[in-house]
């Protein structure tokens, strides 16, 4: 399926979106009646997809919300209704539930979290047997059952449902397995930060067990502090942890540990195109790559730097889902979004902020070099973007001064930036961003093409 097909597939779902279902709590979806009628759709299709299995099971995992017992208990209900065995993890990252889903055997995976939003949101996503996002037709073939009254197997059939204990530890040594048994984190003072989440109580264990200082913050959740000034959204906190504290790395994480942002000892904020960078650096140090999938945000600096090193790149629509679907479909490895979610295929199925901070302290310890050291050739390029109101019905993309305004800037451009022009999808905006090789350049080029559709 190319790209804009998965786009329209999503565009035309009731429930379904890029990543699952979300939305605030209480709301029409992401509510008790709702992850019911859910966990029974699911459940129908899952068992039907599994027919061959006398008991299917499904693992459930959760994010720190408090939301999360209620969305945790009426999903499990309705599996159990449809004769689904469940398996509960508790608070456990996102990435987990792929990595667990997979080496247990299950049939698929659900996650309860609404990642980098606050606490008044959660969501509910699914992974399949493989520990990658479900294909869209099983998410289609389960949007087509929510239609249906919710039902119960006989008695004698009903699912059941048990604590799986050891899902964190489980999960702390795969992270572990992801670092090169000849290194270790030996002198390195690192600040974790678990932005209240997920990792909470995983995250400071692997770098610590990997021989790392470590000193946590954004590790104590109360069901209502989630990503609540710190972690992978507001990486400041944890850049004046780490001057304060004279560590080496700061490591933010989201919500669900599914986003990255990393921190050097100076204070500096690294984003995910430059951790990513830092990742394909190391890996080509061992042979070719390539190619590597960004997104129509991935900073122009990036690309042309792929160009120079003969790795090839391309660009998928904003999402994880859209990034992995390219990487797949061209056999790459790696992929990434400049907010920080990073996908290494060798390393795991699914983005994992914890595994892809690994990949880069690999290549510092194996080369002797600092973050700063390691992406000095990697010349990322200003970005401005502009707001402007959409009015109602206005076609901006036949709009002729708009068009003009950008193969003007395109063609003064050339080599030296790009231009990206896309209609908001939460509000009645049109974003115009302009990247040039410095930031006056920038600035102009996007004014520019914001004058041009006032004119």
């Not at 959660?122 to 992974?127: A, H, S, V």
């Amino acid at each position: 399926m190319t790209n804009q097909q998965g786009t329209k597939n999503m565009n035309q779902r009731k429930y379904f979106g890029t990543d699952g279902v979300r939305g605030e709590v209480g709301g029409p979806v992401i509510n008790a009646e709702f992850a019911l009628r859910l966990g029974y759709a699911a459940g129908r299709v899952l068992a039907r997809e599994h027919a061959s299995r006398s008991r299917p099971r499904v693992l459930i995992g959760k994010d720190t919300r408090l939301s999360g017992y209620m969305l945790e208990s009426a999903l499990e209900a309705g599996l159990s209704a449809a004769g689904i065995d469940t398996l509960l993890a508790g608070p456990v990252p996102t990435p987990a539930v792929a990595y667990l889903t997979r080496t247990l055997r299950l049939v698929a995976g659900i996650v309860i979290s609404a990642s980098h939003n606050p606490y008044q949101d959660n969501g509910i996503k699914f992974f399949s047997a493989q520990g990658m996002k479900l294909p869209d037709e099983t998410e289609g073939a389960i949007e087509a059952m929510l239609a249906e009254p919710v039902g119960c197997v006989g008695s004698d059939a009903l699912g059941r449902a048990r604590r799986l204990e050891d899902a964190a530890g489980r999960y702390i040594e795969f992270c572990k397995s992801t670092f090169p048994n000849d290194l270790d984190l030996n002198g390195v003072k690192i600040v974790v930060d678990g932005a209240h989440g997920a990792a909470y109580h995983i995250a400071p264990h692997v770098f610590r067990e990997l021989g790392a200082e470590v000193h946590a913050i954004g590790v104590q959740p109360d069901g209502f502090n989630i990503n609540e000034g710190v972690g992978a959204l507001y990486p400041e906190q944890l850049a004046r942890e780490v001057q304060s504290r004279g560590a080496d790395l700061g490591v933010a994480l989201d919500g669900d540990a599914d986003r990255l942002q990393m921190v050097d000892a100076s204070g500096r904020i690294y984003n995910g195109d430059e951790l990513l960078y830092a990742i394909v650096r190391e890996r080509m140090a061992a042979g070719p790559v390539a190619g590597v999938v960004g997104t129509l945000m991935t900073n122009y600096g990036f690309e042309r730097q792929m160009g120079r090193l003969g790795v090839g790149f391309e660009r998928a629509n904003v999402g994880d889902r859209y990034v992995l679907e390219q990487m797949q479909a061209r056999n790459w490895l790696y992929g990434g979004e400049s907010s920080g979610h990073l996908i290494c295929l060798d390393r795991h199925t699914t983005g994992d902020g914890i595994i892809a901070a690994l990949q880069v302290m690999t290549a510092l310890r194996r080369n002797g070099a600092t973050l700063s050291d390691w992406v000095a050739d990697l010349k990322m390029y200003p970005q401005k973007m502009i707001n402007v109101p959409l009015p109602p019905g206005l076609d901006w993309r036949s709009h002729p001064g708009l068009a003009a305004a950008r193969r003007e800037v395109e063609q003064e451009l050339a080599g030296r930036g790009r231009v990206l022009i896309r209609a908001s999808g939460t509000e009645p905006k049109l974003r115009l961003m302009a990247e040039a090789e410095d930031e006056a350049l920038a600035e102009a080029s996007a004014r520019r093409l914001a004058d041009s559709l006032a004119a």
